[in-house]
T-cell receptor, first 112, second 117 residues
């Protein structure tokens, strides 16, 4: 099975940096995803990591350590529009193409 | 606009009834995914189809079923509805879902809000 833990809420100031941690346990790992979801809207894909290391994409970066079952999403130069829920998800390596398990989400609040 | 369309946007029905949710993926995408999101359960993966065939199954109840048609649109059928089935149901699509990094980028539709009374 899979367990995914991420903080419930984080608050940061506009222009600052916030790091959202995600730890997971899985019987077979086949990739880790980060999604952004604004209230009342659909999730938006942010990143995908399958190998260890850092993936950078503009103001957002995602890191993965498979041996530690750990990932983080780094949001730089925070903007008010970054206030949203950030979901960490893991895909396992099952009999099929693998199912997804989502964390409960981290609500990021950006203040002026 | 992600390019993924879902109908209807809202659905209100009674317990015991059956409903069908429809999803049209982005042009060219072969994989379709279904998710359920409720306040107490968060986002739950239900099932994935690729080019008409089931490829991955999550926490989908036996009362629920899905299929993907030759034109690649997909339908999620929910039967014997219970109050607890009230949720937002999302469909997402991706190019294929296993081959390259880009294939894992899922694009979500706006969702169908189901209310069971």
């Amino acid at each position: 099975g899979q367990n995914i833990d991420q903080p419930t809420e984080m608050t940061a100031t506009e222009g600052a940096i916030v790091q959202i941690n995600c730890t997971y346990q899985t019987s077979g790992f086949n990739g880790l995803f980060w999604y952004q979801q604004h209230a009342g809207e659909a999730p938006t894909f942010l990143s995908y990591n399958v190998l260890d290391g850092l993936e950078e994409k503009g103001r957002f970066s995602s890191f993965l350590s498979r041996s530690k079952g750990y990932s983080y999403l780094l949001l730089k130069e925070l903007q008010m529009k970054d206030s949203a829920s950030y979901l960490c998800a893991v895909r396992d390596r099952g009999d099929s193409w693998g199912k997804f398990q989502f964390g409960a989400g981290t609500q990021v609040v950006v203040t002026p | 606009d992600s390019g993924v369309t879902q109908t209807p946007k809202h659905l209100i029905t009674a317990t015991g009834q059956r409903v069908t949710l429809r999803c049209s993926p982005r042009s060219g995408d072969l994989s379709v995914y279904w998710y359920q999101q409720s306040l107490d359960q968060g986002l739950q993966f239900l099932i994935q189809y690729y080019n008409g065939e089931e490829r991955a199954k999550g926490n989908i109840l036996e009362r629920f079923s899905a299929q993907q048609f030759p034109d690649l649109h997909s339908e999620l059928n929910l039967s014997s509805l219970e109050l607890g089935d009230s949720a937002l149901y999302f469909c997402a699509s991706s190019p294929s879902g296993t081959i390259s990094r880009r294939d894992y980028e899922q694009y979500f539709g706006p969702g169908t809000r189901l209310t069971v009374t």
